[in-house]
């Protein structure tokens, strides 16, 4: 073969081979969410086993070590000083009984408490046992126990707890102790009977950890239950029990220890399309005192990732009285400001149709938190376009006024304005958009896949004047950067 005839099968070859994609460097993929929690690599979904002991915040989760789809369930675990910064550890549940299928005897969604009692008699010195319920897929509900903070777990030589029954479809066990009846008590959902119309959440009480009761059932309910007492902020005599379904739905009643006594219709606590497996972390510290709920963006798209899904960020709840009735209430934790980086602000402007009014022109990003207040005046609808450039138009969240909504994302919630004003937090990460609407009242969380490299951000209005009483602008800090 001569030089030329080299040179041209060389040439052949090389427009032959697709061209290599860019590497991406480990937690600073294009879609890696810098502030919200996500493994390292391969498939996680519903948050486990929240529970804080020795000043960490455990966090487990329906992790699959074999890939990026669902399947083959085990609880992955991290832990964190500070709802932010999470250190990995090595997965705390493998299935049981030597199980290799894919569903039969897998590690699904529970709970975890601290014994601290030691009722189970597994202590060792002065460190408390940590004690985890899980659903073993088709095998019943079990325990798993660690006797050193959480690095090492062994399953209970006394399983199941709660044997099998094959006609009620039992799972995602969410125990805590119930402090005026002196039990601990186990939210389970299942169905009571035959009909699918019994689905819902059944209430087992304990006194050794191990040997439960069936106490009552309440229906309507579908996975992942949660059972939180609350003091109502602005009624400080008066607590309300508040029962979750695995949307984040959620009845506001009473609890005696054994039934749920509801008080409200069911309402939404997030109207986007990707807010799931809601859970609160257990023994939070009475020096505390906050309610925390953290869940799996259900449905997010992160392709050519290492790792397929992502939490959402850690919140605050709150149950308050309004003239309409009781409410939860749900904020980002304070724990966000450790992440604040270069700050925008303004205070007491003007914004008139058209984009040369643009006053966020100078901010760019693709993380950010947005914190603003705005007055009506005479604008018809007013909103954000998040990730946008000359060639997207990003996304947009936009107001509109007449029918007192807010949208984003072919989502929409109802919004009125509290004295012709609205108040927007807005949590924007590579992966996914958090607006936290009139101090909480209103929650929409929605995973997206922007355009790569857009980052520009502009506030309009059509129609007429929107007044800024003050917006805050922050870049965020990774998570990841130590």
Not at 9 to 37: C, N
Not at 358 to 377: A, M, P, Y
Request: overall charge negative.
């Amino acid at each position: 073969m001569n030089f030329l005839s080299t040179a041209l099968l060389s040439i052949a070859l090389l427009i032959g081979v697709p061209a290599q994609k860019k590497e991406q460097k480990l937690y600073d993929e294009l879609y890696r969410p810098q502030f919200h929690f996500t493994p390292e690599k391969n498939w996680h979904n519903d948050p486990n086993g929240l529970v804080f002991y020795d000043n960490e915040y455990h966090m487990f989760y329906q992790h699959n070590p074999k890939g990026n789809e669902w399947g083959y369930m085990h609880w992955g675990h991290t832990v964190s000083t500070d709802l932010l910064h999470w250190q990995p550890l090595p997965i705390a549940l493998y299935p049981d009984e030597g199980s290799t299928d894919k569903e039969k005897c897998t590690a699904y969604s529970g709970s975890a408490i601290v014994d601290e009692n030691n009722l189970l008699g597994k202590q060792n010195g002065n460190t408390k046992t940590l004690v985890a319920f899980y659903t073993s897929q088709h095998c019943g509900q079990r325990i798993a126990y660690s006797t050193n903070k959480g690095r090492t777990w062994e399953k209970y030589e006394g399983n199941p707890i709660i044997p099998l029954d094959e006609n009620d479809d039992a799972r995602d066990p969410k125990v805590f102790w119930h402090e005026e009846s002196g039990k601990w008590v186990m939210a389970l959902y299942r169905k009571s009977g035959t009909d699918e119309g019994t689905k819902g959440v059944s209430f087992y009480t304990s006194a050794n950890l191990v040997n439960w009761e069936w106490q009552s059932h309440i229906p309507g309910f579908y996975e992942c239950p949660d059972l939180v007492k609350f003091q109502v902020t602005n009624r400080p005599d008066e607590t309300k029990w508040v029962l979750f379904d695995g949307d984040g739905s959620y009845i506001i009643g009473g609890f005696d220890g054994q039934s749920f006594t509801p008080e409200t219709a069911k309402m939404k606590s997030d109207w986007g399309k990707n807010y799931y497996a809601t859970q609160t972390w257990s023994n939070i510290p009475d020096s505390d005192g906050r309610v925390i709920q953290i869940a799996w963006m259900r449905g997010g798209k992160f392709p050519d990732m290492p790792f397929n899904g992502q939490m959402s960020f850690p919140c605050e709840l709150s149950v308050t009285k309004f003239d309409y009735g009781y409410q939860l209430i749900r904020k980002p934790v304070s724990e966000i400001e450790k992440l604040h980086g270069k700050h925008y602000s303004w205070e007491n402007k003007n914004v008139f149709p058209g984009l040369n009014d643009n006053k966020l022109k100078k901010v760019s990003g693709d993380c950010l938190h947005i914190i603003g207040e705005f007055d009506l005046k005479t604008t018809d609808n007013f909103g954000f376009m998040l990730r946008n450039d000359n060639k997207s138009t990003g996304t947009e969240i936009l107001y509109n006024v007449k029918r007192e909504t807010l949208s984003v994302l072919g989502c929409t919630v109802p919004l009125p304005p509290v004295d012709n004003k609205i108040k927007l937090e807005i949590l924007l990460d590579r992966a996914s958009i958090e607006i936290f609407a009139n101090d909480g009242k209103k929650v929409i969380s929605n995973c997206f896949t922007p355009t790569e490299k857009a980052t520009d951000v502009v506030l309009f209005t059509n129609g007429g004047e929107l007044g800024i009483d003050k917006i805050d602008v922050y870049e965020m800090n990774s998570i990841w950067e130590k």
